[in-house]
């Protein structure tokens, strides 16, 4: 044994030991953090980033500092009141023909179009017939080229241009205004419409995520109850509506539910309705279609929640006495709330943000308020109004998401058994 | 672990510094894609090929000033042509994205229809939205002929259908309201103007479906969701040619035409190709060859004649068709588009 124990050169005191411990452990925890730095990476870039972006786009203001920087700062020392002073209209339109010259002006006619609709055009057609020279008298030249250069409400808009942000986006989406004299007040109606499809949105989306939920629940707990093989086979025909294409599944939607389609003319035939029930291009069909498309979402965790609950549990509540109703409620319905919670959440976040859908199968007044975003972004490239309404989307879902957590209970959201 | 991913990423970027400036590419056309542009490639890609011995690569999109924005930031613009409608066209010319066009190699301005000139595009089609209804439902009975019959829904029982939104739809109702086509942007200027639009919508609101794709109408006259609607023309005259429907148009009733203009971005490194190409597509003889296809008008005056009278009569440019067409004012709507939706939606929403 002796021979085996070769003396030990220094024997390391148990403070050595346990700062070796902390660098071995804290190397181990730095190589853990930097396994996920890649996932870090990713959230910054694609997500975090895009989204303060967006933020920053609902508020953006420089369109007018960009293309003629005097003027904006010109505008910025004006006080507002009445026309402008004859320098700060000189400083104007000298850059404001250059701009045209140089093809910026239009961002800045676009911004002021955001303001008061038919701006752009009236100031296109000024840039058009400024003279290269700014003119003497740069007021009365404005004037003489539109009449809208002698009403104040014109030179005001362009003081609001050249602040440095806007509010203008934001309060458009709650559908409020800044008046003559600068408070907030609402828009008028007939133009305020925003807080009636916001509305909307939760409305649809809320009624779509209880269609969801009654029509997955007992097709979930039917599967969970078959074996594994037939389950397996029916789970496909759950997810087949996956692999067909969004646009496809809606323009079914329209075939089976028009006016002689075949449910109206199944309907008509065994005479439960003497007429065509109006089933699509309205409300019942986004229902119908939305519930459709969003189905396995809700399918799916509850089916993993109720495959986690042991069969046991409700026989044992059985032979204790219980009624199948008790046993049901009392004991499989509570374990079953984690895959509610997650799949009702999974549902309705995904409805909150549809577009196509509603947009082939609704009316006019069905429409949520991503179309509204897309509207904005793809068709008339207002990114002002597009960040504002998505970022109004994205309060209202992120309250609702803590108002939910609080109610729930966060660790209720889940699929783990 | 930090390995690999400083490799790829040392790879990535030399594979990018590599990359580097663009090669010379060949001349590369942008269109609608689908039936009309396999169309214009029989009529006017390959044959400009094949004439000029240049290779002609194509792409295809769906419009938008956004798209052509971000193919002007940066570098080279991989397109050479592009088609675009009316909003494109006066916004990127503003914006200066697009490049002038040289007048003198078109053949001048006056050889084309006033609205297809334009500093930065010259028209290549002219398109219409028109009334259109399913003969076959009629038959025996009075076809609709006008936009008052379209809001008359005690003579013409049942479903009509209009395009989401307040673009076209002002302009009917207006027209449906006595305001002759001359004056309707006019009025639409006017808050009472569209007041006045509204008022007659709201006259069949119960009655209204509104569609949202080109290919909807077609399929909503076809399946009798509808009984009239308005619709492209070229789509209506394709589901008679191509699926035996007997729809009519009422061109008689007004129809809102626009026209789609060909442009070269200014960034494209093959102006000169891209100028040929425009003159060769526009040139009376090869606009001639198009409405046989799909009846969409010509804008170059000389190929007006060159038309065959049954196909021309299909087409907003017919003799007998073009002076009850509206032309699109692209500058009310560039100006007004998000007001009027906005208030469009209200309205919708009573």
Redesign the interface.
């Known amino acids: 044994m002796s021979e085996t124990v070769a003396p030990l050169a220094a024997p390391p005191s148990s403070g050595a030991i346990r700062r070796a411990k902390r660098r071995s452990d804290r190397a181990r925890a730095w190589?853990a953090f930097?396994?996920t730095l890649?996932l870090l990476g990713f959230l910054l870039v694609f997500f975090l980033l895009p989204i303060a972006d967006m933020l920053r786009l609902a508020v953006a203001n420089d369109e007018l500092a960009r293309a003629m920087p005097a003027a904006a700062t010109a505008l910025r020392g004006w006080d507002g009141e009445g026309l402008p002073p004859e320098e700060v209209a000189r400083t104007l339109a000298g850059e404001m023909r250059a701009a045209y010259e140089?093809?910026?002006?239009?961002?800045v006619?676009?911004r002021l179009?955001?303001d008061n609709?038919?701006?752009?055009?009236m100031l296109?057609a000024t840039g058009r017939k400024l003279p290269d020279a700014p003119p003497d008298d740069a007021l009365g030249a404005l004037a003489a080229i539109d009449d809208a250069w002698n009403n104040p409400a014109l030179w005001q808009a362009f003081r609001r241009a050249a602040a440095p942000w806007t509010d203008l986006y934001v309060l458009q989406s709650l559908d409020l205004e800044r008046g003559p004299d600068g408070a907030i007040q609402a828009r008028p109606?007939?133009?305020?419409?925003y807080r009636?499809?916001l509305w909307?949105t939760f409305e649809i989306s809320l009624l779509v995520t209880l269609a969801c939920l009654v029509l997955a629940y007992p097709l979930a707990y039917k599967l969970a109850h078959l074996d594994e093989g037939t389950a397996n086979l029916l789970m496909i025909l759950v997810l087949l509506p996956f692999w067909t294409s969004l646009l496809v599944r809606s323009a079914a939607w329209?075939?089976l539910l028009?006016?002689?389609?075949p449910i109206n003319g199944f309907l008509q035939s065994i005479g439960l309705i003497d007429a065509p029930l109006a089933l699509v291009?309205n409300r019942t069909g986004v229902l119908i279609a939305m519930t459709h498309v969003l189905l396995p979402f809700m399918v799916l965790p509850l089916y993993a929640v109720m495959r986690g609950i042991p069969k046991s549990h409700v026989r044992a509540a059985l032979s204790l006495g219980s009624t199948p109703f008790t046993a049901f409620r009392r004991v499989f319905l509570p374990q079953t709330l984690p895959g509610i919670g997650a799949g009702a959440l999974l549902v309705f976040i995904l409805a909150i943000g549809y577009y196509i859908t509603p947009?082939?199968v609704g009316?006019?007044?069905d429409?949520m308020l991503a179309y509204?975003v897309a509207?904005?972004?793809?068709?008339?490239?207002?990114w002002g109004?597009a960040a504002a309404l998505a970022s109004v989307l994205l309060v209202a879902v992120t309250a609702l998401y803590f108002l939910y957590a609080r109610v729930v209970g966060i660790d209720r959201i889940g699929v783990g058994g | 672990?930090?390995k690999p991913?400083s490799l790829g990423f040392a790879a990535a970027t030399l594979g990018f510094l590599l990359a580097g400036p663009v090669q010379a590419r060949d001349l590369t056309v942008t269109s609608w894609g689908g039936a009309y542009q396999d169309a214009q490639r029989e009529i006017y890609f390959e044959p400009f090929a094949e004439k000029t011995g240049d290779k002609v690569v194509e792409d295809s999109w769906n419009g938008?000033?956004?798209v052509l924005?971000a193919k002007n930031e940066g570098g080279e613009s991989a397109w050479d042509v592009v088609q675009v409608e009316a909003d494109e066209l006066v916004?990127g010319c503003?914006?200066?994205i697009l490049e002038p066009l040289d007048w003198q190699e078109l053949g001048g301005e006056d050889a084309y229809l006033d609205t297809a000139v334009n500093e930065c595009g010259v028209g290549t089609i002219v398109w219409a939205t028109v009334l259109a209804y399913d003969a076959a439902k009629f038959e025996g009975k009075e076809a609709p002929s006008s936009w008052a019959d379209f809001f008359d829904t005690k003579t013409f029982p049942g479903?009509r259908a209009l395009r989401?939104g307040p673009r076209q739809s002002f302009e009917f109702a207006l027209m449906a309201d006595g305001v002759p086509l001359e004056k309707v942007y006019e009025v639409l200027q006017t808050k009472e103007g569209v007041e006045r639009a509204f008022k007659k919508l709201d006259s069949i609101k119960d009655d209204?479906?509104?569609w949202?794709?080109g290919a909807q109408p077609p399929?909503l006259l076809a399946?009798?969701?509808v009984v009239m609607t308005s619709a492209y023309n070229g789509r209506i005259t394709a589901a008679n040619q191509e699926e035996g429907r007997d729809f009519g148009i009422a061109w008689d009733a007004g129809f809102v035409y626009q026209i789609d203009s060909l442009v070269i971005p200014s960034n494209s490194p093959n102006k000169k190709e891209a100028m040929d190409l425009i003159a060769f597509m526009v040139a009376p003889e090869n606009q001639a060859k198009m409405p046989p296809k799909i009846p969409y008008g010509p804008t170059n005056k000389a190929a007006l004649d060159q038309v065959p009278p049954e196909v021309s009569k299909n087409t907003p440019t017919d003799e007998a068709n073009l002076p009850h067409g509206l032309f699109f004012d692209r500058?009310?709507w560039?100006?007004?588009?998000?007001?009027?939706?906005?208030?469009?939606?209200?309205?919708?929403?009573q």
């Open positions: 190589r930097g396994l890649p140089a093809r910026t002006l239009a961002d006619a676009k179009n955001n609709p038919g701006y752009r055009s296109m109606e007939g133009q305020a419409v009636i499809i909307r329209i075939v028009q006016r002689e389609g291009f947009a082939l009316g006019a007044d429409q509204f509207f904005f972004t793809l068709q008339t490239v207002n109004m | 672990m930090i991913l938008g000033i956004g924005r916004q503003e914006e200066g479903k989401k209204l479906i509104w949202e794709a399929q399946s009798g969701e500058d009310y560039v100006d007004h588009t998000e007001a009027m939706t906005e208030r469009f939606n209200a309205w919708a929403s």
